[in-house]
């Protein structure tokens, strides 16, 4: 399978990487095409592992994966072209935080997502909201963390989500612990998860842990 990681950070190099060694060809994708970072993980990467910009990495890609900031995301599927992204999945992974003033805050939250967003501005492309709950490590190795722990996704498109779900198959997850929230609307609260995330992060002094959910039968 041809992915477009958008994003260079720690998260878009560690998704990219596992990608390659799963077997796939992954373009990295950056504002400008001489991305120093960019450029740095295809070599390290190897066979499968190139770089380019946003918008020859999403044209190259059979499914693109959004891994840039959430407040960025918007600016970066449009760089990437709606062209480039119709009939796509895609899948956004991305949390909207910023810290203002030292603090950690959330834009947009409760009353909007930014996986709604990225449906909204790019209404022909398949999106689904997964991953984002979790550090970056334990996307793609849930053995991290022991216990049946879930992950989620949400999104409009049925088949976009089977799809994502077996490649959530591919980085450990198993089907039955991949959790169908629904409509992308779902991404509002996936979102919200994050501040109660960095307060366990701070409380435990680690990022490998997540939630396992039980219920009643």
């Known amino acids: 399978m041809r992915y477009a990681v958008l994003g260079t950070g720690q998260v878009g190099r560690t998704l990219g990487g596992k990608l390659v060694e799963l077997g796939h060809t992954v373009v ?17 990467a190897g066979g499968g592992a190139s770089a380019g910009t946003f918008a020859e990495a999403a044209a190259a890609a059979e499914v693109v994966v959004n891994a840039v900031a959430g407040r960025a995301s918007l600016a970066a599927l449009e760089a990437a072209g709606a062209s480039h ?12 935080l910023a810290f203002d003033d030292g603090e950690a805050r959330l834009s947009p939250v409760e009353s909007d997502s930014v996986g709604e967003q990225i449906q909204r501005a790019f209404p ?13 490590d334990v996307m793609v190795d849930p ?33 039955d612990r991949v959790l169908d929230l629904g409509g992308i609307r779902a991404a509002r609260s996936v979102e919200m998860w994050l501040p109660l995330w960095l307060d366990l992060m701070r409380r435990f002094g680690h990022a490998d842990f997540n939630l396992e959910l039980r219920r009643a039968r």
């Not at 095409?33 to 390290?44: C, M, Q, S, T, V």
């Not at 022909?124 to 970056?136: D, G, P, Q, S, Y």
Request: proline share 5%.
């Open 28 to 44: 990295l994708g950056s504002r400008t095409k001489d991305n120093p970072a960019a450029l740095e993980w295809a070599r390290e």
């Open 143 to 175: 053995a991290r963390v022991p216990g049946e722990h879930q992950i989620f996704v949400c999104g409009e498109d049925a088949d976009a989500k089977e799809q994502v779900t077996a490649l959530l198959g591919e980085f450990g997850w198993p089907a």
């Open 85 to 96: 992204l119709d009939g796509k999945v895609v899948v956004d992974v991305s949390n909207p």
């Open 124 to 136: 022909h492309a398949r999106v689904v909201k997964t991953l984002n709950t979790v550090n970056c």
